[in-house]
């Protein structure tokens, strides 16, 4: 075998460190755990799942600023239950005792829920209530308030207040008797999120009467955990005050239940499965490996091999990880899991060269001279391999991959560096002095007689793989690709889960298509708005737009308010005196028209209104959370959104082309949407996975030929990979597991920890020629180290996550595949190219 081109002494260098200083090494390790341990608490969870798309794309930017512009993930949403049979006035109750707490606390800016607690701040807007009607409304109040229709007003309104309802009416008939607000308010989408108000309690009820919901706006951003847990903690004492108090006053049953959900809730509980996720992959990974370890080699000591430099290699990671990002994600959470499964198989090929010396009878220092002059050598280029094929990710877009193939490589490279000087050091502080060791022995888990029989039938070895080749290739076609990133998230998160029952429940849509419009300001941008807005209304046909909504359900156009001010002018005659007629008609109804005053007077005003409303018009009542909906403010100018609601059956996997052609055709219009992330995402993924098995194999390819010397040899040792990988994939479209953004890029892992096997075998090879037993001997080590590596991405499956389970999933099937077709088909062609 050619000398290669990677440094074979390295191995050998790292090993004789660690076999002469041992306990030097070892208190090493011990320091470097402690100081991981502190840069530990330097790490925070990111929960957004917008961080792991790509960035710097036009499209995932545009939605982004979108939904940071306009979104809903910093509302909260609370959820007062109403059990079967309930007072709903107790349930009323309670809702306004607690409203109260929420409004008096400093953490939260504005609490709505019941109509008639906004009627105060719809005050302002009285005196231009009028602008708000349609010309057909406007001739409907100027007929009311002729004097012949008067009594029947006045009728009207004193029946409405002897009405079981009154409790929300009677403040609003005080100061808008003609009633120009209360159908405005009602029909407003309440609080911003679209919420329909209950008719006759005038609060956020839905029509199933089984839950209360309260709209709330803390001061502090979604995104912070503190503010999070202050905030889940803050709510929890309040509701046990509110409830202490609802009971004292005499209320019947428990107090009602309550919940929360919106940003708040989901990011706080997301916060903690990746946390919980990353402590279980790591304990359950650190199990099963060890289980493994200890049924392989049968001696319960011998797990200290495989424990300290692990926890060593993991604690450098550690360090690594604070320095260069301080941060986990949902993705990045499964490095410490994948590190063990991946690093326990350099301990298991060394050890098991090791132990295979010390039964030939070499003694313990020629033994770790093999190790670090043979096996070792091997085992560093499996482990650069591996590294090269996480660190293809870094070409990729997406950032959670990018972030993860930056950690595990790194993370590899640290983990073999602790088990190169470790290993030696306990190998020579436990058996160095003892001339007589125990039997050692590495359980084969039956790989060594596979590989017997695929040399002793190497022919119908061959036949069998190329039939299930062939086989596994033609379930391609059944493999689904799901493309939505919403399946990402996790089932088992409670605020998601409440978030989607509420909206269920009330009717509600978060996911519409957003044009969004900037201006310099509100007038350029709604003016810019009300211009794309007929030919938008075009397309509500039921084909490729269900629906409109924008600011102008609202605040109608400066046309359409200069039309009223005009119809107003021009009948001046038929309202004049119109406070004295009102003040007449209610005392002949028997009401005390001096209850009425303010809203005469504010009716009077409306009549002679002479000047549009504008949005600035809306702060400080109660339709300014309605208004922010649609409008915000941003540096250098001012935002305007368009949302578009496409029919429940159509385009969840593509924009309408309609739709996409009328916002190209406007340079200030942004089309921002899931679908159009999704279809972005799609486009990009298919690119970067294709980029980086390519790179990966390119850069594996260049590595075993460095090392091994020979293009022959690295051929050899790619093609049970190859293999290896169509069965994988094969395997996949069987079972069911579909691809997507995650487990895509698998293939490419695959390729870095799959070619290793192939790599030890062909070492071994060189080292021995076609010897059943070398070869047989290698297979144990080879099966033992695809088990561990299972287990590694194991843990995955047991992760709260469904992209993370997949990738658990797939790598699984990849690593028992290609482990089969490395045990099997590589001895196989060694030893035809043995005979030639």
Request: proline share 4%.
């Amino acid at each position: 075998m050619k000398t290669g081109l990677l440094p074979r002494r390295l191995p050998l260098a790292l090993v004789r460190i660690g076999g002469r200083y041992p306990r030097a090494v070892v208190a090493a390790a011990a320091i470097a755990c402690a100081v991981s341990a502190l840069f530990a608490t330097r790490l925070h969870v990111e929960t957004d799942i917008l961080s792991l798309v790509p960035r710097d794309n036009p499209v995932v930017d545009a939605f982004k600023t979108t939904i940071e512009r306009f979104g809903s993930v910093d509302t909260l949403l609370v959820v007062v239950r109403i059990e079967e049979g309930a007072d709903l006035e107790g349930v009323l109750d309670f809702a306004d005792l607690l409203a109260g707490e929420l409004e008096a606390w400093d953490q939260i800016d504005w609490v709505a829920f019941r109509i008639e607690r906004g009627a105060g701040m719809a005050v302002p807007l009285l005196d231009r209530a009028t602008l708000f009607l349609d010309d057909g409304q406007v001739a409907s109040l100027l007929d009311r308030l002729d004097e012949e229709s008067l009594p029947a007003e006045a009728s009207r309104i004193q029946g409405a207040l002897l009405a079981p309802q009154s409790m929300v009416t009677k403040e609003f008939l005080r100061v808008d008797p003609m009633g120009l607000l209360s159908g405005l308010v009602a029909r407003a989408r309440f609080g911003g999120v679209g919420v329909s108000v209950d008719k006759e309690t005038g609060c956020l009820i839905d029509p199933q009467r089984r839950m209360l919901l309260m709209l709330a706006r803390p001061v502090g951003p979604a995104q912070d955990l503190e503010f999070d847990r202050l905030l889940e903690q803050g709510l929890g004492e309040r509701v046990a005050r509110v409830s202490e108090a609802w009971t004292a006053e005499g209320w019947g049953g428990p107090p009602p239940r309550v919940e929360y959900t919106g940003g708040y809730a989901i990011t706080l509980e997301d916060s903690r499965l990746i946390t919980s996720d990353a402590v279980v992959q790591v304990v359950s990974t650190l199990v099963a490996v060890l289980l493994v370890f200890l049924i392989a080699f049968r001696r319960p000591a011998a797990l200290a091999f495989a424990i300290i430099p692990m926890v060593t290699g993991l604690g450098l990671a550690v360090v690594f990880v604070a320095l260069a990002l301080g941060r986990l994600n949902s993705l990045t959470s499964a490095t410490g899991a994948l590190l063990i499964g991946l690093g326990i198989d350099y301990v298991i090929v060394l050890y098991g060269r090791y132990v295979e010396e010390r039964r030939l009878g070499a003694s313990h220092e020629q033994s770790l001279d093999a190790i670090g002059r043979q096996t070792g050598v091997g085992v560093l280029l499996g482990a650069v391999t591996t590294v090269a094929t996480f660190y293809a990710f870094l070409i990729t877009d997406f950032a959670g991959l990018s972030e993860l193939g930056l950690l595990t490589g790194t993370g590899i490279l640290l983990l073999v560096l602790s088990v190169f000087l470790l290993l030696p050091a306990l190998l020579t502080l436990l058996y160095a002095r003892r001339a007589q060791l125990p039997r050692l022995y590495l359980h084969s888990f039956g790989s060594d007689q596979l590989c017997r029989v695929a040399l002793s039938w190497p022919r119908a070895t061959i036949v069998v793989a190329f039939v299930l080749t062939v086989g596994f290739a033609g379930c391609l076609t059944r493999l689904a690709f799901d493309d939505d990133i919403q399946n990402l998230r996790s089932p088992d998160n409670r605020g998601n889960a409440l978030r989607e029952e509420v909206m269920a429940s009330f009717g509600l849509r978060f996911t519409p298509m957003m044009i969004r419009i900037d201006g310099r300001d509100e007038f350029e941008a709604m003016a810019r708005a009300r211009e794309i807005l007929p030919e938008l209304q075009s397309l509500v046909d039921g084909e490729t737009l269900a629906s409109v909504d924008t600011i102008a359900s609202v605040v109608p156009s400066e046309e359409a308010q200069r039309r009223v001010i005009a119809r107003l002018a021009a009948a001046r005659d038929r309202t004049a005196g119109v406070e004295a007629r009102l003040a007449t008609a209610f005392r002949d109804a028997g009401l005390n028209p001096v209850a009425f005053d303010e809203g005469i007077r504010h009716l009077a005003a409306a009549l002679r209104v002479d000047t549009p409303l504008t949005l600035s018009d809306l702060r400080g009542t109660s339709l300014e959370s309605v208004a922010n909906r649609y409008v915000a403010d941003f540096p250098g100018g001012v935002s305007t959104v368009i949302y578009c609601y496409t029919p429940a059956d159509r385009w969840r996997r593509q924009i309408p082309p309609r739709l996409a052609d009328l916002v190209a055709r406007n340079e200030w219009a942004v089309l921002a949407s899931t679908v159009g992330v999704s279809v972005e995402l799609r486009r990009i993924v298919w690119r970067d996975a294709a980029r980086a098995a390519v790179l990966g194999m390119v850069i594996v390819y260049l590595l075993m030929w460095a090392d091994l010397g020979s293009h022959r040899r690295a051929l050899l040792a790619m093609a049970p990979l190859a293999v290896g990988l169509v069965w994988m994939v094969g395997a996949m479209a069987l079972l069911g597991v579909h691809v997507n953004f995650m487990n895509i890029f698998v293939m490419t892992m695959i390729i870095g920890i799959g070619v290793d096997y192939g790599i030890h075998l062909l070492h071994r090879w060189s080292e021995s020629g076609l010897s059943p037993d070398a070869l047989s001997e290698t297979s144990k080590a080879v099966a033992v180290a695809a088990l561990t590596t299972v287990a590694g991405f194991g843990s995955l499956v047991l992760s709260h996550f469904p992209g993370l389970r997949s990738v658990g999933a797939a790598a699984i099937l990849g690593t028992v595949c290609t482990a089969l077709a490395s045990i099997t088909l590589l001895p196989v062609l060694l030893a035809r190219l043995h005979r030639s």
